[in-house]
């Protein structure tokens, strides 16, 4: 079956050539003069393409005047000029043959905007409408961009592992993963027998591919990872899923000073990537979802960056007029309220807050020789808060000990992770930047559930 894109037509505005192409039906509209006017979309870019079908047609009556939203189609003929509002080139079709009836009766998507919480519903037709089409698109330019950006710095891509035995952040807020029958489970000591499990010890998906980049790093120089992770945590917000995909460079010889300019110069390098590679997606965001997201991102790349220490900013908003719902002091995890406060109210940009209490990051993270912070960062944009955390690693082996007990956290677990700061223990720094937040930040859509095609929630895995 041999086909032409529409992105490809449309983008060379040749006329005169006879070609084919197939899609899916958005519209149909007829004309008294004898003939239809039907829009085809393939999902190759976000216009439809106008087929022109004529009554001469031998299916005209039998079957071009049934098609409807949703019915696929293979439409030959030739590219003409068009003298209609709206597009350049309209295809004039000399064959039409229906591949795939969608019968308007029962077919959930019809001509009307639909709300986002019923597209919820039907994951498996929501790309065919205009928004989710264009995050497809954008997700995908997106990741190329990640790649080029790593690529051209002579980055290493490394594949970090889905399962895991060990616990990056710390936080104990992991999916298990076990083939242990759960009606009956094998006990030992009062305990699940893990010994008796697939791996003989708990495994976990993992929440971040951080620590065996560092693994490579310490070898490699530049490396950094890009896939799915996994959290547990009940957190049922616009921001939160329990599978995101995350980026994570992790640099050997490099300060937090670096990873901090190094995040700064990668977001700015993709939102410039989008600007250009995706220009009429994000003009359709910048009309139907969010009319200043065209206008935020052009700001981000000539902007600077706003960089403070967290002890600077919880002063500010500490000082601050506003009324909070969780009162701030030097020592608390800064919420989402305090962080777009920060970037939308004071600064009117995004910042990069450093140098967080020891007490609210994870234990890998790099003490300050003020003994009570870490070299951690967080890129704070507005609207999203938080999109990028990173920090430089504890590389003294003698300290790491002490900040994993401290955390209540077993040595024994991380012995591996120790001996790297045993052998050739280097300064090295890293950063995780939440896919979905970026694309979320870039398209303007509220819901972080509408930036993934399949989003994993509290009570929602099926589809
Ligand atoms: O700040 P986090 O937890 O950092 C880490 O995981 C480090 N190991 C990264 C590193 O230094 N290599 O997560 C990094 C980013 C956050 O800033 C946020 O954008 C995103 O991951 N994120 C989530 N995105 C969607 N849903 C969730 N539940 C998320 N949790 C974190
Ligand atoms: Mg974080």
Same mark, same amino acid.
């Given at each position: 079956?041999?086909?032409?894109?529409? #992105?490809?037509?449309?983008?060379?505005?040749?006329?005169?050539?006879?070609?084919?192409?197939?899609?899916?039906?958005?519209?149909?509209?007829?004309?008294?003069?004898?003939?239809?006017?039907?829009?085809?979309?393939?999902?190759?870019?976000?216009?439809?393409?106008?087929?022109?079908?004529?009554?001469?047609?031998?299916?005209?009556?039998?079957?071009?005047?049934?098609?409807?939203?949703?019915?696929?189609?293979?439409?030959?003929?030739?590219?003409?000029?068009?003298?209609?509002?709206?597009?350049?080139?309209?295809?004039?079709?000399?064959?039409?043959?229906?591949?795939?009836?969608?019968?308007?009766?029962?077919?959930?998507?019809?001509?009307?905007?639909?709300?986002?919480?019923?597209?919820?519903?039907?994951?498996?037709?929501?790309?065919?409408?205009?928004?989710?089409?264009?995050? #497809?698109?954008?997700?995908?330019?997106?990741?190329?961009?990640?790649?080029?950006?790593?690529?051209?710095?002579?980055?290493?891509?490394?594949?970090?592992?889905?399962?895991?035995?060990?616990?990056?952040?710390?936080?104990?807020?992991?999916?298990?993963?076990?083939?242990?029958?759960?009606?009956?489970?094998?006990?030992?000591?009062?305990?699940?027998?893990?010994?008796?499990?697939?791996?003989?010890?708990?495994?976990?998906?993992?929440?971040?591919?951080?620590?065996?980049?560092?693994?490579?790093?310490? #070898?490699?120089?530049?490396?950094?990872?890009?896939?799915?992770?996994?959290?547990?945590?009940?957190?049922?917000?616009?921001?939160?899923?329990?599978?995101?995909?995350?980026?994570?460079?992790?640099?050997?010889?490099?300060?937090?000073?670096?990873?901090?300019?190094?995040?700064?110069?990668?977001?700015?390098?993709?939102?410039?990537?989008?600007?250009?590679?995706?220009?009429?997606?994000?003009?359709?965001?910048?009309?139907?979802?969010?009319?200043?997201?065209?206008?935020?991102?052009?700001?981000?790349?000539?902007?600077?960056?706003?960089?403070?220490?967290?002890?600077?900013?919880?002063?500010?908003?500490?000082?601050?007029?506003?009324?909070?719902?969780?009162?701030?002091?030097?020592?608390?995890?800064?919420?989402?309220?305090?962080?777009?406060?920060?970037?939308?109210?004071?600064?009117?940009?995004?910042?990069?807050?450093?140098?967080?209490?020891?007490?609210?990051?994870?234990?890998?993270?790099?003490?300050?020789?003020?003994?009570?912070?870490?070299?951690?960062?967080?890129?704070?944009?507005?609207?999203?808060?938080?999109?990028?955390?990173?920090?430089?690693?504890?590389?003294?082996?003698?300290?790491?000990? +002490?900040?994993?007990?401290?955390?209540?956290?077993?040595?024994?677990?991380?012995?591996?992770?120790? +001996?790297?700061?045993?052998?050739?223990?280097?300064?090295?720094?890293?950063?995780?930047?939440?896919?979905?937040?970026?694309?979320?930040?870039?398209?303007?859509?509220?819901?972080?559930?509408?930036?993934?095609?399949?989003?994993?929630?509290?009570?929602?895995?099926?589809?």
């Amino acid at each position: 079956m041999k086909r032409i894109r529409i #992105a490809q037509i449309l983008s060379s505005k040749d006329t005169g050539s006879h070609v084919t192409v197939m899609g899916w039906v958005r519209t149909r509209r007829d004309s008294k003069g004898g003939f239809s006017f039907i829009e085809v979309n393939d999902g190759s870019c976000l216009s439809s393409l106008q087929v022109i079908a004529d009554d001469k047609l031998p299916n005209y009556k039998d079957e071009i005047l049934r098609l409807q939203t949703g019915c696929s189609v293979k439409a030959s003929g030739i590219i003409a000029a068009s003298p209609g509002k709206g597009q350049k080139v309209e295809l004039q079709a000399d064959e039409i043959e229906v591949l795939g009836w969608a019968d308007p009766a029962v077919y959930p998507l019809q001509k009307k905007r639909h709300s986002f919480e019923f597209l919820r519903t039907i994951a498996h037709l929501r790309p065919r409408t205009n928004t989710f089409g264009a995050v #497809a698109r954008v997700r995908n330019a997106m990741s190329n961009a990640i790649h080029t950006f790593f690529q051209e710095r002579g980055f290493i891509y490394l594949h970090t592992p889905i399962i895991t035995g060990s616990d990056c952040e710390g936080a104990g807020e992991m999916f298990k993963v076990t083939t242990l029958d759960l009606d009956q489970v094998p006990k030992k000591n009062g305990h699940a027998d893990f010994d008796r499990d697939f791996f003989n010890e708990p495994a976990n998906l993992t929440v971040s591919g951080q620590l065996e980049a560092e693994i490579y790093a310490l #070898a490699m120089g530049d490396v950094y990872t890009f896939g799915p992770t996994f959290r547990a945590e009940d957190s049922n917000t616009s921001r939160h899923l329990a599978e995101f995909w995350m980026v994570e460079p992790e640099m050997a010889f490099c300060d937090l000073d670096g990873d901090v300019a190094l995040a700064i110069e990668f977001l700015k390098y993709i939102f410039a990537y989008v600007l250009k590679n995706c220009e009429e997606d994000m003009k359709f965001f910048n009309r139907f979802i969010d009319s200043s997201a065209i206008e935020t991102l052009e700001n981000l790349v000539s902007q600077d960056f706003e960089i403070l220490t967290y002890t600077e900013g919880v002063d500010i908003l500490s000082k601050a007029k506003e009324k909070f719902e969780f009162p701030v002091n030097w020592g608390m995890d800064l919420q989402s309220e305090h962080e777009r406060y920060l970037c939308e109210k004071v600064f009117k940009k995004p910042i990069v807050l450093m140098d967080y209490p020891k007490e609210i990051k994870a234990f890998y993270m790099k003490v300050n020789e003020d003994k009570k912070t870490v070299r951690a960062m967080d890129v704070l944009v507005p609207k999203i808060g938080e999109i990028i955390g990173g920090s430089q690693r504890e590389d003294n082996y003698d300290v790491l000990v +002490e900040r994993i007990k401290e955390m209540d956290l077993n040595p024994d677990d991380y012995w591996w992770y120790l +001996e790297l700061r045993k052998f050739g223990s280097v300064p090295h720094a890293g950063f995780g930047l939440g896919f979905e937040r970026l694309i979320q930040f870039i398209t303007g859509l509220g819901n972080i559930r509408d930036v993934i095609p399949f989003p994993r929630t509290p009570g929602n895995v099926s589809f």
